[in-house]
């Protein structure tokens, strides 16, 4: 490790360029970071894989303003239709009837592959400014004091401040780095998937047939698409290789012969478990994200979303260190997100010894919208008598109306990727320009009027109080001292006088 500091190509290279990178791009990006993605393939991935973005994944790409295309996209409501041998069936609400409320606009999956998740970012990040570099895969890393040397596997070079590896469970970042990937891979539980184009079966539902020796065949429409989404067992000792006679053969096997005709494959794999993840997020100036840095089993839908609320919370972190904030910054982002990767494991291994629909308390953990960084570095203590969400809760919505009479959500005020400072009762003072102070309240002139008092009951806000958000949507630190605030967010922000 030497230290000359070259000019570098860009601030940070992002190595993979599947949800997980390519969030982390955009959050970059929009922050005016200089920003490569590199990724090995040689085009775009083309599979469902992932299909649901949980309620407050949602949020997170809310507020980078993606989410609104993404709903028109995909399916709220898609009820699972269990098939028995008789031919009977029964129809199953896998979101328990939950429905939206003030504090919580997102209540349920949003059904949706995962190659329109990543099209759909590619087109946020194509407005930024970025591009995806597709054909590169990494061959290795050279770490400097001051900068990383990429080296790509045709012989060219890139020099970036900052590396985020975010190329998947068997990508190169981690293995470059020595970080251990720690778990355990059970040969015994396989799967085969696929995209298939079929004849026979209505699209409003998601249909699921019980074998009799165990397993399931489900298949399942894709919004916005003329392809379903097929899950198929693989018997022990079965090599089980993708191939659309293959899947034709378990369907015919388990729903019976020319019930449903598969007319058209587009994505064919084979899935195994694989339960793992890094003891370690941060080596020097190289980051993981996502697959990179744990993978899960399906259940639950937890992968992709877990990765990608990993890129917002470094993405803003990291382009604060860039422009000016202490270093130490970084240190946060595994603090805070190695705990929510360890407990998203054990969720997810839990869901796979549970049946469809059938997930009890674990239903409201797979949302999501409950993970919180309390007790982290970033999260003082409040009282211990306070009521309402507490630092490091996420930060809830409310209906508001503006001074002029305009409806408006909190999250549309959050929307952006600034902090945001609410003043309840009380006029707040920004603190830097990173910062936007918003009055609550009518009587005191606010920007903005409290309809109906939402605002006030999801925080349990008292007169005075101030609440900062941070960018990621998290709640930073509440306090009827402007002091207080201002002292949180000298080490967090660029400097300010």
Known sequence: MDTTTPATDCDVLVVGAGPTGLTAACELARRGVSVRVADSAAAPFNGSRGKGLQPRTLEVLDNLGVAGRLITLGRFRMPVRFHDADG??????????AEPTPDSPYART??????????????RLDQLGTEVEWNSPVADLVRHTG????????????????????????????????????????????????????DGLDRDHWHIWQGPQGGSVALCPLP???????????????????????????????????????REATWLSRWRLNVRMVDRYRVGRVLLAGDAAH??????????????????????????????????????????????????????????????????????????????YRGGPLAPAGPAEAEGPSAGDRAPDAPCHRADGRRV?????????????????????PPHPAVRAVAIDGEIGGEITDTGGHARRAYAATDGECVLVRPDGHIAIRSHDQAAIDAYLRPVLPPFP
Request: hydrophobic residues 40%; charged residues 25%.
């Open 88 to 97: 009977t069936f029964r129809d199953v609400d896998l979101s328990g009837g």
């Open 110 to 123: 949003l059904l949706i592959p995962q190659w329109r998740v990543e099209e759909t970012l590619r087109e």
């Open 147 to 198: 900068h990383v040397e990429v080296v790509f596997a045709d012989g060219a070079r890139a020099t970036a401040r900052y590396v985020i590896g975010a190329d998947g469970g068997s990508g190169t970042v981690r293995r470059l780095l020595d970080v251990a990937f720690l778990g355990e891979t059970d040969e015994d539980e396989r799967m085969l998937l696929g995209d298939v184009r079929l």
């Open 224 to 262: 916005a698409t003329d392809t379903f989404q097929i899950q198929a067992p693989v018997a022990p000792g079965d090599t089980g290789e993708p191939t659309l006679e293959t899947f034709q053969r378990i369907v015919d096997t388990l729903i019976g012969p020319d019930a449903v005709r598969l």
């Open 295 to 372: 993978v899960h089993s399906p259940a639950g839908g937890q992968g992709m979303n877990t990765g990608i609320q990993d890129a917002v919370n470094i993405g803003w972190k990291l382009a604060a260190v860039l422009h000016g904030a202490d270093e130490s910054l970084l240190d946060t982002y595994q603090a805070e997100r190695l705990p929510v990767a360890a407990a998203v494991l054990g969720l997810s291994s839990r869901l796979m010894g549970q049946s469809v629909g059938e997930h009890g308390e674990d239903t409201e953990r797979m949302l999501q919208t409950g993970h919180t």
């Open 409 to 429: 959500r909190l999250f549309d005020l959050q929307r952006g990727g600034h902090w945001t400072l609410y003043g309840f009762g009380v006029r707040p003072r």
